[in-house]
């Protein structure tokens, strides 16, 4: 199948490895290259440079509005479109130009989180499972048609980051087997159970001890590695990037053992965090080098 690639970061990447083992990927669209790095050099995206060693023509203009833009991506000819963390709103003239439309990889159980931030949500709302769907795209904001869903379940102590290359490689997969068994039938959303994955803002990550034990720790969970939910020891912001539900009680913020930190409603072990410019490190390195009060703010 004649393919046009759409996607940016890592979480994309997989998905265009296994596209370009059974298909013809005719051009990689993703975002323009952006400033990175303490020296602010112009960096390409994970999905730029995997699809430069991968000798496919790269594409990435800052918008799909104009009329050039949408007659140069009708031109490649393609019979579908596979979009996975793109980035840009595609127009409709975009949806309709591939023969069999385009195809969007989702990392949520839809009608549940759609939008920006769904397996981070999912965490942080203490979800039991989750999962990918292989979604027929139309204008709306994750509101197509799903022609393919897989679940699975979320560990106790499951980040972000392992979480994300979970279903990295499940949308990867799954989306082969969509293509290969097209045409699907297309079962619409229940318009019942539909929830919005806002973007995560870094104001969210500062943990709050006074909430109960289990939201401290799925806040932890859910933005490690990025943004990273901190706290304030002795003036310094230290990140919390690994936790678990633990024993004990006690005013919010008293730390009861090691790091083991009380919260409103029982406890919090901190099991990897990061200190300003320093690795993440595992609680018996990373308190050798730092007291900590009897109470954390």
């Given at each position: 199948?004649?393919i046009?690639?759409?996607g940016?970061?890592d979480?994309?990447?997989?998905?265009?490895d296994?596209?370009?083992q059974?298909?013809?990927?005719?051009?990689?669209?993703?975002?323009?290259?952006r400033?990175?790095?303490?020296?602010?050099?112009s960096r390409?995206?994970?999905?730029?440079?995997?699809?430069?060693?991968l000798g496919?023509?790269?594409?990435?203009?800052i918008?799909?509005?104009?009329?050039?833009?949408?007659?140069?991506?009708?031109?490649?000819?393609?019979?579908?479109?596979?979009?996975?963390?793109?980035?840009?709103?595609l127009?409709q003239?975009?949806?309709?130009?591939?023969?069999?439309?385009?195809?969007?990889?989702h990392?949520?159980l839809?009608?549940r989180?759609?939008?920006?931030?769904?397996i981070?949500?999912?965490?942080?709302?203490?979800?039991?499972?989750?999962?990918?769907c292989?979604?027929?795209m139309?204008a709306g904001?994750?509101?197509?048609?799903?022609?393919?869903?897989?679940?699975?379940?979320?560990?106790?102590?499951e980040?972000?980051a392992?979480?994300h290359?979970?279903?990295?490689?499940?949308?990867?997969?799954?989306?082969?087997?969509?293509?290969?068994r097209?045409?699907?039938?297309?079962?619409?959303?229940?318009?019942l159970?539909?929830?919005?994955?806002?973007?995560?803002?870094?104001?969210?990550?500062?943990?709050?001890?006074?909430?109960p034990?289990?939201?401290?720790?799925?806040?932890?969970r859910?933005l490690?590695?990025?943004?990273?939910?901190?706290?304030?020891?002795?003036?310094?912001?230290v990140?919390?990037l690994r936790?678990?539900?633990?024993?004990?009680?006690?005013?919010p913020?008293r730390?009861?053992?090691?790091f083991?930190?009380?919260?409103g409603?029982?406890?919090?072990?901190?099991t990897l965090?990061q200190?300003e410019?320093?690795?993440?490190?595992?609680?018996?390195e990373?308190?050798?080098?730092?007291?900590?009060?009897?109470i954390?703010?």
């Amino acid at each position: 199948m004649k393919i046009i690639f759409m996607g940016t970061p890592d979480f994309s990447v997989p998905v265009l490895d296994a596209l370009v083992q059974h298909h013809e990927v005719l051009a990689v669209y993703c975002q323009p290259p952006r400033p990175a790095g303490r020296g602010k050099a112009s960096r390409p995206s994970p999905v730029q440079a995997r699809a430069e060693a991968l000798g496919l023509p790269v594409r990435h203009p800052i918008s799909l509005r104009s009329i050039d833009a949408q007659q140069e991506f009708a031109a490649l000819g393609a019979d579908i479109a596979v979009v996975v963390a793109y980035g840009l709103i595609l127009p409709q003239a975009v949806l309709d130009a591939p023969r069999l439309g385009c195809l969007n990889i989702h990392a949520s159980l839809l009608p549940r989180w759609r939008g920006a931030a769904p397996i981070h949500r999912a965490i942080m709302a203490g979800d039991a499972e989750t999962g990918v769907c292989i979604m027929q795209m139309e204008a709306g904001l994750d509101t197509g048609p799903v022609l393919l869903r897989e679940a699975t379940r979320i560990g106790v102590e499951e980040t972000t980051a392992e979480l994300h290359d979970r279903l990295s490689a499940m949308g990867a997969a799954l989306v082969c087997a969509a293509l290969d068994r097209l045409p699907l039938p297309a079962v619409a959303q229940d318009s019942l159970g539909v929830t919005y994955a806002a973007k995560i803002d870094k104001a969210e990550a500062r943990v709050d001890w006074t909430k109960p034990a289990a939201e401290v720790d799925r806040l932890i969970r859910g933005l490690s590695p990025f943004p990273g939910a901190w706290c304030d020891v002795n003036g310094e912001r230290v990140k919390l990037l690994r936790s678990r539900l633990a024993e004990g009680a006690g005013a919010p913020g008293r730390v009861l053992r090691g790091f083991v930190v009380a919260c409103g409603d029982g406890a919090v072990e901190i099991t990897l965090a990061q200190r300003e410019g320093k690795r993440p490190m595992q609680p018996n390195e990373i308190l050798n080098g730092l007291k900590l009060p009897e109470i954390l703010p």
